[in-house]
């Protein structure tokens, strides 16, 4: 019996990796086979009631997977110690956020970050990426992200999304901008405006987050911007939404 | 590695200590890749040694289908093969021109994935107080029928570039084998139809064929003027047409109709169902349902009538789904297995306790528990079933 209970958690597991055009998925929540119609008799498509009466593998298999995110990867080989950006490059990217809340601290902050924005604009070497993302009520998600360059904006994007939380949607903004801002010539500054400090942070979080696989690409891409040339540097700033 | 050698005499164990050097498999590689690009498949990749073995049990050995032809092709030919099939798949898969209710023949989709399917549709069309009807039908001699021309069809819908269409041309012309009975060997004979049953691009190469089919029978079925809501199941050649109604009198018809439109459209594309293998089983709700038979004299074959028990792919399936008959059949296989182990060993002594550990980790445990998760699961009633395994025991 011990030995069924162990084969039949493995075989649930296999279904975590099956292709999307597959049979069984098709009898599966919605939630796992996206590209995909659900059979008329799929999970999703039975009564509370009729689910409850239920008994089947495949029952078993949806309640264990539901919690189960594909969008994590803590065996990437860019997570493990020693060769994450932070081990190797701390001192070329860095945040700034007010220390405290008070609207005085605000205030000096973004006199910092105005000055710290005019210079960007004014050096060749350096450029603004500015980027925004939040979801309405409506569930729909919105990325919008600018790059900066002698006061022009030279790249946009607004884009919206469905099914993806805030914080994903900021660390978006900053992926799909600050890629194409270090592929840009002869730019070894960058400053970041971010509404979220904690999207920025999350680049070099090591922990085993869900945002990891959006993380990977960027991640590759700041290691490799700062082993281009020891000029290249990253720079963070909070900027509040509601600021003017 | 143990498989039997080709017309060239190279085994697989020269094939693995040649290609374990860097330099070797460059070679391979670009030679590979050169077929592709001209659009060859060599002369000698195509000969092949077919060995007549007869079929154990059969009552009259007078017709062909009673023995078992064995091809046996050049390795180093399969090996260029399997490399361009896993390639193929994974193009095919990948573009989803493949139906997702095809499982035969393709990796990540085994038989127990189509008893899982089978078993959850009847139990969810339980819920929704309807019954399932099932019909399962054979494709009479698949592999050597396989139409040239509507493989190149498929080939095509499938959207390889013109080098492996011209490949696949150069590979399908100009095959020739002798055969082999005992000490006598024929003379080379032209094989121009159908694919090379030994060959790794078979299976492929099958389910790209049967995914236009399947296409095809999906459009007319719901081109009609009412659409049919008829299921289809395929694992290579057996293939199932799912109905599930809460009268029998409709899904007959369903299923008639489906059975139908499936058999011009085989026919169609050169294959032709053995009408005679068919077979019709119904999953009711009722205690006492009706059984009803189909009558399919009008496509040509006889009236079938459902068996207390349908064998399909391994598994034993009867009206309530719970797998006694399954259970039995496998415990008793295995008994039969373990009874064989014992005249194992040399005649002062046995197998040592670990030989006899390994011999039943890997003869008999696969076929205990062959198709387990069909019955096996959260609230399934399993005492009966786990008291025929613990017998076995």
């Not at chain 1, 020693?82 to 860095?94: A, C, D, E, K």
Request: aromatic fraction near 10%.
């Amino acid at each position: 019996m011990l030995h069924l209970h162990k084969l039949n958690g493995r075989h649930h597991l296999r279904y975590a990796s099956i292709p999307f055009l597959h049979a069984i998925n098709s009898l599966f929540d919605s939630q796992h086979a996206k590209n995909q119609l659900p059979h008329r008799v799929a999970t999703s498509k039975l009564t509370a009631k009729q689910q409850a009466k239920l008994k089947s593998l495949i029952k078993d298999v949806n309640e264990r997977l539901n919690s189960v995110r594909q969008c994590f990867n803590s065996l990437h080989p860019l997570f493990s110690s020693g060769s994450r950006v932070v081990n190797h490059f701390s001192s070329r990217i860095s945040f700034y956020s007010p220390p405290f809340s008070s609207d005085e601290d605000l205030y000096q902050h973004l006199q910092s970050l105005n000055h710290a924005f005019r210079d960007s604009q004014v050096s060749s070497n350096s450029t603004a990426v500015i980027t925004d993302g939040g979801v309405k009520k409506s569930q729909v998600a919105t990325v919008v992200a600018h790059i900066w360059s002698d006061n022009m904006v030279i790249k946009k994007l607004q884009v919206n999304s469905i099914n993806i939380t805030a914080l994903e949607a900021k660390l978006m903004a900053i992926c799909t901008r600050l890629i194409p801002a270090m592929e840009i010539e002869n730019v070894h500054n960058i400053i970041v405006i971010t509404d979220s400090i904690a999207a920025g942070r999350k680049i070099l979080e090591s922990k085993v987050n869900p945002l990891q696989n959006i993380v990977i690409s960027l991640t590759s891409a700041i290691k490799f911007f700062f082993r281009k040339d020891s000029r290249n540097k990253i720079h963070f700033w909070y900027c509040p939404s509601k600021a003017e | 590695m143990s498989s039997a050698l080709g017309p060239n005499h190279i085994s697989w164990r020269h094939l693995k200590t040649l290609f374990s050097s860097d330099l070797c498999l460059e070679k391979i590689v670009n030679v590979t890749n050169a077929y592709i690009n001209l659009e060859v498949w060599p002369f000698h990749f195509k000969t092949a040694n077919t060995v007549i073995i007869p079929k154990p049990n059969k009552e009259s050995y007078s017709t062909p289908k009673s023995f078992h032809p064995i091809v046996l092709l050049n390795t180093t030919g399969k090996l260029i093969e399997k490399v361009i099939s896993n390639h193929l798949q994974f193009h095919i898969v990948d573009n989803g021109f493949l139906n997702p209710n095809q499982l035969g023949s393709i990796r990540q989709r085994s038989t127990t994935d189509a008893g899982i399917y089978l078993t959850y549709l009847i139990r969810a069309g339980w819920l929704k107080q309807c019954h399932t009807s099932i019909i399962a039908f054979d494709i009479a001699q698949f592999f050597p029928s396989l139409n040239h021309s509507f493989l190149f069809t498929c080939l095509k819908k499938a959207g390889l570039n013109t080098n492996v269409m011209g490949f696949f041309d150069s590979y399908h012309t100009g095959h020739s084998t002798s055969y082999s009975w005992n000490q006598f060997s024929s003379p080379y004979f032209n094989i121009n139809v159908g694919v090379g049953q030994d060959s790794a691009l078979s299976p492929i190469l099958f389910a790209i064929y049967l995914a236009l089919i399947i296409k095809t029978f999906k459009k007319r079925i719901k081109n009609l003027k009412e659409s049919i809501p008829t299921d289809i199941l395929s694992f290579v050649d057996n293939s199932l047409l799912i109905s599930q109604e809460k009268s029998y009198a409709l899904s007959s018809s369903f299923l008639l109709c489906s059975y139908n439109i499936m058999s011009k459209i085989l026919l169609d594309s050169g294959l032709i169902i053995e009408h005679s293998k068919t077979e019709l089983f119904h999953f009711p709700r009722a205690r006492h349902p009706p059984n009803p038979s189909i009558d399919l004299l009008s496509v040509g074959g006889p009236v079938i009538f459902p068996k207390p028990i349908w064998q399909y792919l391994g598994f034993f399936f009867d009206h309530k789904l719970n797998f006694h008959y399954h259970m039995h059949y496998y415990a008793t296989k295995c008994l039969f297995t373990l009874s064989t182990i014992k005249m194992l060993g040399n005649s002062s002594r046995g197998l040592l306790p670990i030989q006899k550990q390994l011999l039943y980790r890997t003869c008999v445990l696969p076929i205990a528990l062959y198709g387990f998760q069909l019955w096996f699961f959260k609230g399934a009633p399993t005492i009966r079933n786990m008291t025929e395994l613990k017998k076995m025991q």
